[in-house]
């Protein structure tokens, strides 16, 4: 078992294994956007305007993606609380769990932001 109060972890395992998921959920989510940018930009509704032109194109753009990472973000939270279970070195998954939050957000408020004008 970890003691927390000692702050000795050190498990590249765990690194190695954080930095893979949020490599893979960072792809998935540029898929994901991909495909609702393509979407976006196939619709008869916008023929000859910008491509976001309405707010379903937009909604599905800004949204859709920013689910996918808040899925990632709420997967390595619960990756957390098993490595903490187990009594191993939880801290890593915490922060990649925090660091999948922040671009969460950097994503939701950058593309309200857009999508507001």
Do not use: H
């Not at 000795?8 to 893979?20: E, I, K, S």
């Not at 960072?26 to 916008?46: H, I, K, N, P, Y």
Request: glycine fraction near 12%; charge should be positive.
């Amino acid at each position: 078992m970890v003691n927390d109060v000692e702050k000795r972890w050190n498990d590249p395992g765990a690194v190695r294994g954080a930095v893979r998921y949020l490599a893979a959920m960072l792809v998935v989510t540029a898929v994901v956007f991909g495909a609702c940018v393509l979407w976006a930009s196939r619709r008869d509704a916008c023929a000859g305007e910008r491509m976001l032109c309405d707010g379903a194109a937009q909604g599905v753009t800004l949204l859709v993606p920013a689910a996918a990472l808040l899925l990632g973000a709420i997967g390595a939270f619960v990756r957390t609380f098993q490595v903490w279970r187990r009594g191993g070195g939880w801290p890593i998954w915490q922060g990649a769990g925090w660091f999948a939050l922040v671009l969460f957000m950097a994503y939701l408020s950058i593309g309200g932001t857009a999508s507001a004008r």
